[in-house]
């Protein structure tokens, strides 16, 4: 679920909260001090923590200037049968087959792709001493929302429930985007995809090698007691039931917001808005706001979704929200899509320990790419954090920079279809069967999705759409990771958050006594 990080007008945060930021009394600020730093260590002797990047967590050498990737562009004609109908009409002849080769100029060398791509290997590692039979496949379809089929290029959906909201439709629309970008390279395929946001396959049911195999079920979220195979979420293409727009345009409208307000110049706070009604974590979270009593360094705002669809969406654009030097990150009832909006905001991400994870979180480092929060004790986590990085300006604003370059650098859409392609080209070799057209599926096209979709639902539809055909290929994929690689970077995750934890310890153990 999304909790959407947004600019707030002080009539709105009044209506959100009893207490407003600025209502702060003058006893509550002379009574409430920032904590003592007597006993950290200075960062200077700590440079594990803010070292250079490794090799398994650099990022792509950056494209070469001066030539345009090669591309070559893709028609799209919306009949009036198309606009009349859903999911029916499909042109014919079909788009090309066959990444032929144009008369572009000779393509550019291939980067390899960003390091978070090597957990394709770890999602597929359970299938991969007796591969995927159908029998597995079908044993998905007890929770999936649809079935996906690709044959020869052509996509065709058996939906088996309704799913939230759009979810189904603009996950579908993102895999017809990525049969156009790359026509001829998408492998025949046979998924199951469930859009709920908790995993469901559980790794002890099949720790047993006399069980069974494991259904390959993708979703947009795993955790490490489940096998769910994790897939880019639907919010890449947009979520038209509350306005946020595709990825793409709002990557680089939020890169363009982060200049409104320089980091010094941004409230010294940790903010947080969204929907505490969907997880206790988050009602505990509320209980961190500002109050006569005491202030914990965090503005937290309780979003009304109703309100703000009949208000046009007037108080939740995203790409004004950047005037915190601080953004909490919270799970709501199991990862949030929010994580890249308050990511990409320059701000350091307070990041509260989460128990689900997405296709690129895990390639995020504690104290490089965010600030840790504990679960248990957020309030205290997050006063900790603020005035930490209120006595450490220059190293937080380097960390919030870090994470905003990683967003906007590694998680272009260019690197979420190349994603989408790597992972499903390896799913595909697992395959023990040749996958066949279910008798109840229905071909999709971009053509029977946009052309007869409506408001923004179409506009979304039509702003992310693949407008052309890359001939210069995907990315190439890295290397699985190595055991003994694994427990060296769960290793230094632990230790990062291990130190400031203790940081965090001794400045409480430190703090000076309240008098009697």
């Avoid at 110049?265 to 997880?279: I, M, Q, S, T």
Wanted: proline letters at 9%; glycine letters at 4%; hydrophobic letters at 35%.
């Amino acid at each position: 679920m999304l909790s959407t990080t947004t600019t707030v007008t002080a009539a709105a945060a009044a209506a959100a909260n009893p207490i407003k930021p600025e209502s702060v009394t003058a006893a509550t600020a002379a009574t409430v001090k920032p904590i003592k730093f007597k006993s950290e260590p200075e960062l200077d002797s700590q440079p594990e923590l803010f070292e250079s990047k490794s090799e398994s967590e650099s990022e792509p050498e950056s494209e070469p200037k001066g030539e345009p990737n090669p591309t070559r562009p893709i028609p799209l004609s919306c009949s009036r049968a198309n606009e009349t109908s859903t999911f029916q009409s499909c042109p014919s002849p079909p788009l090309e087959i066959t990444n032929v080769p144009s008369t572009s100029p000779p393509a550019q060398p291939r980067q390899q792709c960003p390091s978070y791509f090597r957990w394709i290997h770890e999602d597929l590692r359970p299938w991969r001493a007796r591969g995927i039979t159908r029998r597995a496949v079908e044993s998905a379809r007890r929770t999936a929302n649809f079935r996906l089929v690709v044959l020869r290029g052509r996509a065709y959906v058996e939906r088996y429930r309704p799913a939230f909201q759009t979810r189904d439709a603009f996950t579908l629309w993102g895999v017809l985007q990525l049969l156009r970008r790359y026509p001829g390279l998408v492998p025949d395929l046979d998924v199951m995809f469930d859009c709920v946001d908790w995993p469901v396959v559980k790794a002890d049911h099949y720790r047993n090698k006399a069980a069974a195999i494991p259904p390959p079920l993708f979703r947009y979220c795993g955790n490490e007691s489940t096998l769910d195979i994790v897939f880019p979420d639907w919010s890449f293409w947009g979520w038209p039931e509350i306005n946020i727009k595709p990825w793409e345009e709002l990557r680089k409208e939020i890169e363009e917001g982060n200049k409104q307000v320089k980091w010094m110049d941004r409230e010294p706070y940790a903010y947080w808005k969204g929907n505490p009604a969907v997880a206790e974590t988050r009602q505990q979270l509320m209980k961190c706001n500002v109050s006569d009593s005491y202030d914990w360094n965090a503005r937290i705002y309780a979003q009304d979704w109703l309100k703000e669809t009949h208000g046009g969406f007037k108080e939740s654009n995203l790409a004004s929200q950047c005037i915190h030097r601080y953004k909490i990150y919270i799970e709501g009832s199991a990862w949030s899509v929010s994580q890249k909006y308050i990511m990409a905001c320059d701000s350091l991400t307070l990041l509260v320990k989460p128990n689900y994870y997405d296709f690129f979180t895990r390639g995020l480092m504690p104290v490089q790419h965010y600030w840790p929060i504990r679960e248990e004790d957020k309030c205290r986590s997050i006063k900790f954090a603020v005035d930490w990085g209120n006595s450490h300006k220059q190293k937080v604003q380097s960390i919030g920079k870090e994470a905003s370059d990683f967003v906007q650098e590694n998680l272009k859409m260019d690197y979420v279809y190349d994603y989408m392609l790597h992972l499903l080209t390896e799913y595909s070799k697992l395959l023990r069967y040749k996958p066949t057209k279910p008798p109840l599926a229905v071909e999709l096209c971009a053509e029977s999705m946009a052309c007869s979709a409506e408001g923004l639902d179409r506009k979304f539809m039509m702003d992310s759409m693949v407008s052309s055909i890359r001939d210069t290929g995907p990315c190439d994929l890295p290397p699985p990771f190595k055991p003994a690689e694994l427990k060296m970077l769960q290793r230094r995750k632990d230790d990062r958050i291990k130190q400031v934890e203790m940081w965090e310890q001794r400045a409480w153990e430190n703090r000076p006594k309240k008098k009697l």
